[in-house]
């Protein structure tokens, strides 16, 4: 239901259609906006126009200049994860302990906050707690504590125990839905004062004259699969910021393009990704286990094939089971997601899942490179935080705490030269000291196991790599005078379809295993038809000519949602033509990095599209 309320900006009285349960107060101008009404953020822009700029859409000449609204905030903040969650609140807490006021939005491409997080997830809580000390009391949504660590070697029939490394130690962790976590602090973060809109995509960065970040562009609403403004056709509208931090996760759609624009990485520093598929069940209470971690190596991937798999069990007979599986796979015939079937049929998986029932599926890639891969983290007007710029712990299997340290102190930072130091009005803010702050906490963990994941690389493939790994965790913790390198780009590891054979993967049995679009089914994945597909080829004949015979397209194949297909060509018989099934779409990313030819580029589709993920 919704209703018309007045709201005032300036000596101006306005009117704005908002929904009675998403009202929300726009602190840093005193507007009353609509975050997550049908109207989504531009239903700002059309209430209040703060000042105009121009800019010309180049998809298609048609869509003609539009004008452009803007909102002015101290700090804009792109993603709604743990990274961006955490620095809008501890810019909250700052400024309430000094009794300062200071500006915060976050915009979050989701259709509300959590909709589009996916891990594990067995966290630290360290950074929570620097937030919160009273988070248990406050009702925060970790239900059920890490009490008992396993580490599984399987092959194709058993599971057999091996010893437990002691940076996996899960003491005093908890096994979450990092869905739910984000929802609760979403929620603290509105109860500070962040302005935060759900079902906006951020699909542009502007550049102020100086080459600095001065913010970004939301996309525009009611353009058709044409490129055609329909009759609900809103433009975007600008948000600046004195400081802009880029909290997107993995590969983000943003972040990559300001990495290249403003060089923030070397030349021949490159990230390297893993590709995370995993399903929430809930089984029977006889098998349940509240508190068992167990990770497990080798079936179903080849020894040349860097990969895991992992149980948690979390309360109320809940599961969450997955695979992960390094994007530097060589062989072009194998497929992430029926690799996780394959797990899920292994006799230790399947006695398990036994008599329960799948309650949701998901998948996302995770940066895998460690410090071999960071980039320079702050740039003038911003910084990066997060997933984004690549903070997981590969041996520990986390990175939420990473994140959520990473936005604390890009926070503390942005607030020192925003509110203490006064800067922002006249030149673009330089963070210098937040990576500073960096290397003196988050770095220090990452360079201890900086060796562990690029050492699977060795001729041994996984045997030389935990042989490394056991030595170096155990007893050397990374004090050796020398880094590993990762040789090639995830996409520059495919080989050739000729020198590998297909891999005859089992059918689905719809009790444990199941074909893809049943599991898609499960993510509550919807985009709206008519608008342009996020997924852009740069080339449209790429794939026909180079992808399809070089690497017998690969694509149906790497992607777990069932987007990419190499169907018949009605229009030229006894060819195949490539089909893009951008509905499908879960937002994993994955097609972005693994594509052999680099061709394929995932932009943000409209905001509020994509995965709708429930306890994951």
Request: glycine content about 10%; charged content about 20%; some cysteine.
């Amino acid at each position: 239901m919704y209703r018309t309320a007045p709201a005032v900006f300036g000596k101006r009285a306005i009117r704005t259609v908002f929904s009675k349960q998403s009202f929300v107060r726009s602190r840093s101008k005193n507007v009353c906006v609509a975050t997550n009404s049908p109207y989504g953020l531009q239903n700002v822009a059309q209430s209040v126009r703060m000042f105009s700029t121009t800019r010309i859409i180049q998809d298609d000449a048609e869509l003609a200049s539009e004008p452009r609204d803007v909102m002015e905030y101290d700090v804009v903040i792109v993603g709604g994860g743990p990274a961006g969650l955490a620095a809008s609140i501890r810019l909250k807490q700052q400024a309430a302990k000094e009794d300062k006021e200071i500006n915060v939005v976050v915009v979050e491409k989701g259709g509300e906050i959590g909709a589009h997080t996916l891990s594990g997830a067995c966290i630290e809580v360290g950074p929570l707690e620097e937030l919160f000390p009273d988070w248990k009391a406050q009702g925060a949504p970790l239900n059920q504590p890490a009490l008992h660590d396993q580490m599984k070697y399987l092959t194709k029939n058993h599971a057999l125990p091996m010893p437990h490394p002691p940076q996996m130690s899960n003491a005093g962790n908890y096994i979450v839905s990092l869905s739910n976590v984000v929802k609760w602090l979403g929620e603290k973060a509105e109860e500070l004062g962040v302005d935060i809109f759900p079902g906006t995509a951020a699909s542009e960065i502007i550049y102020a004259e100086d080459g600095s970040v001065r913010g970004i562009a939301t996309n525009d609403a009611g353009v058709s699969k044409e490129f055609k403004q329909k009759a609900s056709y809103t433009p975007g509208i600008e948000l600046h910021g004195k400081v802009t931090l880029f909290a997107e996760g993995c590969h983000g759609s943003l972040t990559k393009g300001l990495i290249n624009k403003l060089k923030l990485r070397k030349e021949g520093q490159f990230q390297t990704y893993g590709l995370g598929i995993k399903e929430v069940w809930e089984v029977d209470p006889k098998k349940h286990s509240p508190g068992d971690v167990i990770h497990t190596m080798g079936y179903p991937l080849d020894y040349k094939t860097y990969g895991g798999g992992f149980i948690y069990h979390m309360e109320d007979n809940k599961v969450s089971l997955g695979l992960v599986v390094g994007l530097d796979y060589q062989n072009p015939y194998l497929s992430p997601y029926k690799e996780f079937q394959r797990f899920k049929a292994h006799p230790f998986v399947t006695n398990l899942l036994k008599g329960g029932r799948v309650l949701s599926y998901g998948a996302r890639a995770l940066t895998e490179g460690g410090i071999q891969s960071l980039p320079k983290l702050f740039f003038p007007g911003g910084a990066l935080i997060g997933d984004t710029a690549g903070f997981v712990n590969v041996p520990k299997i986390k990175g939420t705490h990473n994140a959520m340290k990473s936005g604390i102190l890009a926070a503390d930072s942005a607030y020192k030269a925003i509110v203490s130091n006064g800067l922002g009005d006249s030149a673009p803010i330089v963070l210098s000291d937040y990576e500073e702050a960096f290397n003196n906490s988050i770095y220090k963990e990452l360079y201890q196991v900086r060796n562990v994941r690029p050492s699977f690389h060795s001729p041994l493939g996984i045997w030389g790599g935990i042989m490394w790994s056991g030595l170096d965790t155990m007893f050397l913790k990374g004090r050796v005078p020398f880094t590993f390198q990762h040789p090639h780009p995830d996409h520059a590891m495919m080989q050739p379809a000729a020198m590998h054979k297909p891999i005859d993967y089992p059918k689905p049995d719809n009790e444990i295993t199941f074909d893809i679009l049943t599991s898609v089914s499960r993510t509550g994945t919807n985009h709206a038809e008519d608008q342009p597909v996020h997924l852009r080829l740069k080339d449209q004949s790429v794939e026909i000519k180079e992808n399809l015979p070089v690497y017998a397209g690969p694509e149906q194949r790497f992607c777990p949602a069932g987007v990419y297909e190499y169907v018949d060509d009605e229009a030229n018989p006894g060819k195949k033509r490539f089909q893009i099934n951008s509905q499908n779409c879960i937002h994993c990313k994955t097609c972005d990095i693994k594509d052999p030819a680099q061709n394929i580029n995932w932009t943000v589709p409209e905001g509020g599209g994509g995965p709708q993920y429930v306890d994951t």
